[in-house]
C-alpha cells in the first residue's frame, strides 16, 4: 500500500513532498514520474486527489463479491454523495451570499471539500 498524498501549501500551488516538487522519483532502474503527482511536482486540487484514492480503493476490490466489498462500495458511494451534496452547498451558499447564512454554509462546506483556500486570521 502506497502511503498518503503530501503536500506543502506554497501559494496557490501545494508541492508534492513525494517527489519535494521535481516531478520525480527514484528507483531500482532510476527516475520515474511521481505516483502522487504524476510528474507535475504539484498536487492537483484536493477534491482531485480524494477521487484518486477512492478509485484506488475501487481497484483493489474489483471482482470481488465478499461483504467487505459490498460494505466498501456502499460507504464510497455516501461519501460521493456526501460530497456532491456538500459542493451544492456551496454553490447555493455563494448565491445568497450577502445573507449572515451564506458565508457560514461556504465556510463548513469548505472545510470538508476545501474549495478554497482558508487563510488564518493573525
Not at 47 to 56: F, I, L, Q, S
Not at 94 to 108: A, C, N, T, W, Y
Request: hydrophobic share 40%.
Amino acid at each position: 500500500m502506497r502511503e498518503a498524498m503530501t503536500s506543502v501549501e506554497a501559494g496557490a500551488e501545494r508541492q508534492c513532498q513525494s517527489c519535494l516538487g521535481t516531478g520525480e522519483v527514484g528507483t531500482e532502474v532510476g527516475p520515474v514520474d511521481c505516483p502522487d503527482c504524476g510528474g507535475a511536482g504539484a498536487l492537483p486540487h484536493p477534491a482531485v486527489v480524494v477521487e484518486w484514492r477512492v478509485r484506488d480503493i475501487e481497484r483493489r476490490y474489483v471482482g470481488r463479491d465478499d461483504v467487505v466489498t459490498q460494505d466498501m462500495r456502499w460507504l464510497i458511494a455516501e461519501l460521493r454523495r456526501a460530497r456532491t451534496a456538500l459542493t451544492e452547498l456551496a454553490s447555493l451558499a455563494e448565491d445568497i451570499g450577502g445573507s449572515e447564512h451564506g458565508p457560514r454554509m461556504l465556510f463548513i462546506a469548505n472545510r470538508a471539500l476545501e474549495l478554497y483556500p482558508v487563510e488564518e486570521e493573525a
